[in-house]
């Protein structure tokens, strides 16, 4: 044992651990590979602080961390027995405080479907979307589903986390650099499949208003309009751009149309401010479709509702819960490696497009 619990710390020596979640790990990586069954005793205490040439306050916190996670039985007198052997069966799913709407609300019912199939439990964490290690370690979970679509930072620390050895996936992020596990929708594909949509009707003057302009997936649909605009050989006007930060609302919606010089033929706006920006162009006496084509993207129930009916980008919010559980219980269990998989949004033919007047 003392070679092998030694090999296991010095490995992980580079990884900016506390001494005592390397011990932990050091004990976990031993039950596994020496095939020890709940029951089997371990080393003692004092064994153990020898071994890792380390206090005995800093061994003692390891192991009662590990028993409060559930992993070994400390019985006074008798010694430190192995409890539990493989995985909790306990996923962490975190992300910053998400509103229960028509996008996230199927994400989580997606996650949930998905965790009662697989028969794990899940622990929620609303106070970052990417969790420090030790929370994660603190917490005893096998694994982390991380929902974070607001910040490419948090693909950094998805990334950390992962080379930590921590199991994570994270939802709604992609990234071309990193080999981070990652589930999302093809916002730069399914941007492509708009702006072809409007170039078929004959659109050439072409505006974009966007929310949370720093998210991931608004990042990949605006690179999305460029290639498409480029492919189509339209030019891509400054002042049909509107992407905020935060959210918008009809006031800077209004300003920002009244300016405009020679108004666009076509609108692809974020599902959110289709009742702001109808608000506006009623104000202006603009008519949709006749005067003004537009598309949403992220489709609401209430844009089939609206007069006239909204087409909209749809993505598989629901399919995304479902397939990010899927990918991370399957990396737990060593049947899938690290990639990352992009879902196909749909395009939902509605009747707010039509051919630009002359």
């Known amino acids: 044992m003392a070679d092998r619990l030694s090999e296991t710390v010095e490995k992980q020596s580079n990884m900016e651990l506390p001494r005592y979640e390397q011990v932990k790990r050091a004990v976990r990586r031993y039950i596994e590979t020496q095939g020890l069954k709940p029951g089997a005793k371990l080393p003692p205490e004092v064994a153990l602080c020898k071994e890792f040439n380390l206090s005995r306050v800093t061994v003692n916190k390891a192991l009662k961390d590990l028993e409060w996670e559930g992993v070994v039985k400390r019985v006074r007198g008798s010694g430190t027995y192995v409890q539990k052997v493989g995985l909790s ?14 996008f996230n609300g199927p994400v989580f019912a997606g996650i949930r479907d998905e965790a009662s199939a697989q028969k794990v439990d899940i622990a929620y ?14 917490l005893g979970v096998d694994g982390v589903l991380s929902i974070s679509a607001y910040g490419i930072d948090d693909l950094t620390a998805m990334a950390r986390l992962h080379e930590a050895g921590v199991k994570i996936v994270g939802l709604m992020q992609r990234s071309r650099v990193e080999e981070v596990p990652l589930v999302s929708a093809s916002n730069f594909e399914g941007m492509q499949e708009v702006v072809r949509h409007l170039a078929g009707y004959g659109h050439r003057r072409i505006a974009c208003v966007m929310n949370n302009a720093y998210g991931n997936d608004v990042m990949e649909r605006f690179i999305g309009l460029q290639c498409a605009m480029a ?15 935060g959210v918008m609302n009809d006031s800077r919606l209004g300003v920002w149309w009244r300016r405009l010089t020679v108004p666009p033929t076509a609108l692809i706006l974020d599902g959110y401010l289709a009742l702001p920006m109808f608000k506006v162009l009623n104000e202006c006496g603009v008519c949709v479709p006749a005067d003004l084509s537009v598309v949403a993207i992220d489709d609401r129930r209430s844009l089939a509702h609206l007069t006239p ?7 598989p919010t629901y399919e995304m819960g479902r397939a990010g559980m899927r990918k991370l219980v399957n990396l737990l269990r060593g049947e899938e490696s690290v990639s990352q998989e992009v879902l196909p949004t749909k395009l939902i033919i509605r009747d707010s497009v039509t051919t630009p007047r002359k």
């Open 125 to 138: 964490d609303t106070q970052a979307a990417v969790p420090k290690s030790d929370v994660v370690h603190r």
């Open 231 to 245: 492919e189509a050989n339209i030019p891509l006007d400054p002042d049909y751009l509107l992407y905020s930060g």
């Open 89 to 102: 069966n306990r996923i962490l799913v975190t992300s910053l405080p998400l509103t229960n709407d028509d």
């Open 309 to 315: 009916a909204i087409t909209a980008l749809a993505q």
